[in-house]
């Protein structure tokens, strides 16, 4: 038996513009978990309570947004400065958002 391999996507989803956005934005947010779970230890959560888990989650996730806060600024200053647009500011800076 032979199993296939590879994405679920055929040739017609990938070439569309908003496959690309997706997937980037898909990215980012993978990457917000998987800090959440390594970082501040959300793999596991203490408690069974629904109201601390949640209260756990959006502390983190205002963390998160904080450790970021450096680099977007950075970034939005450059748009400020240059009026680039924002793909070209970040170039400019040699940053990319996460």
């Given at each position: 038996?032979?199993?296939?391999?590879?994405?679920?996507?055929?040739?017609?989803?990938?070439?569309?513009?908003?496959?690309?956005?997706?997937?980037?934005?898909?990215?980012?947010?993978?990457?917000?978990?998987?800090?959440?779970?390594?970082?501040?230890?959300?793999?596991?959560?203490?408690?069974?309570?629904?109201?601390?888990?949640?209260?756990?989650?959006?502390?983190?996730?205002?963390?998160?947004?904080?450790?970021?806060?450096?680099?977007?600024?950075?970034?939005?200053?450059?748009?400020?400065?240059?009026?680039?647009?924002?793909?070209?500011?970040?170039?400019?800076?040699?940053?990319v958002p996460n």
């Amino acid at each position: 038996m032979s199993f296939r391999r590879g994405s679920n996507l055929d040739a017609r989803d990938g070439r569309h513009p908003g496959c690309e956005v997706s997937q980037k934005i898909r990215k980012r947010i993978e990457e917000a978990n998987g800090w959440a779970k390594t970082r501040v230890g959300l793999a596991r959560t203490p408690s069974d309570d629904v109201d601390r888990v949640r209260w756990m989650f959006q502390s983190r996730a205002i963390a998160y947004d904080l450790v970021r806060l450096p680099k977007l600024l950075a970034a939005s200053e450059a748009v400020a400065e240059t009026r680039l647009g924002p793909a070209k500011a970040f170039e400019a800076v040699g940053k990319v958002p996460n």
